[in-house]
């Protein structure tokens, strides 16, 4: 029931879904989402026509299972995002890269390089998929490789225009970055906290303020 509302509220608003197959989430483990949805005041990205429904997630972690840092420290390498792998949400081909921007420190951006490091992947025809924000000389793909599901692309940093380390995730129509429009990605099987209540193996458009994890496959 959730899922369709959900989805029948971004049809009544217009917005487009993915056609592709469903994405799992760009990391191992468990995070935050504090950018997601259609309206600008959940989602700054809104205001960018090609990033329309982008997506920044943060890696959680600590005793309580959603702190952003080890014992609240508020040094780079304690985020617990900070070099951690950023993998395919989806199999497809390696269509552009960047890996030799500089990880910025905490309080500073480089606004002229929003993205920063980062890699983009045609998953289907008219579909390309950007995973930004990537940790300097760590991408681990190159141009026109063909990827798999769960491959690890290169590690989280924090290059580009961010203010801590974190992973940002859209889908637009055209392989240059900002151009376009913004498509609405669909992430599942996930396992989502919501308000506290766990919603185990459901596919969803995603929305701030959600907790989440890819499904674990039950071994066979």
Not at 40 to 68: C, I, K, T, W
Not at 74 to 89: G, S
Not at 145 to 169: K, W, Y
Not at 181 to 206: C, H, M, R, S
């Amino acid at each position: 029931m959730m899922k369709s509302l959900l989805q029948a509220s971004l049809v009544f608003l217009g917005g487009t879904q993915v056609a592709a197959e469903d994405l799992s989430l760009p990391f191992n483990g468990r995070g935050f989402v504090f950018a997601a949805g259609d309206t600008p005041n959940v989602n700054h990205h809104v205001m960018q026509p090609a990033q329309r429904y982008g997506v920044d997630f943060a890696l959680v972690g600590g005793p309580s299972g959603r702190e952003l840092t080890r014992g609240g420290s508020t040094n780079l390498e304690d985020y617990f995002c900070w070099d951690e792998p950023v993998i395919a949400p989806a199999g497809g081909v390696v269509v552009g890269i960047v890996d030799d921007l500089p990880d910025q420190p905490l309080g500073s951006k480089d606004p002229g390089n929003p993205a920063g490091n980062h890699v983009v992947i045609k998953t289907g025809e008219g579909l390309f998929l950007f995973l930004a924000h990537l940790k300097r000389n760590t991408v681990a793909v190159k141009p026109n490789e063909r990827v798999q599901r769960a491959q690890t692309l290169g590690l989280c940093g924090n290059s580009g225009n961010t203010d801590f380390p974190h992973i940002h995730l859209h889908i637009q129509d055209s392989p240059i970055f900002n151009s376009g429009t913004g498509q609405n990605p669909i992430f599942g099987p996930i396992d989502v906290e919501l308000t506290e209540k766990q919603f185990k193996a459901v596919t969803w458009p995603l929305i701030s303020g959600l907790f989440v994890s890819n499904t674990e496959k039950p071994e066979r």
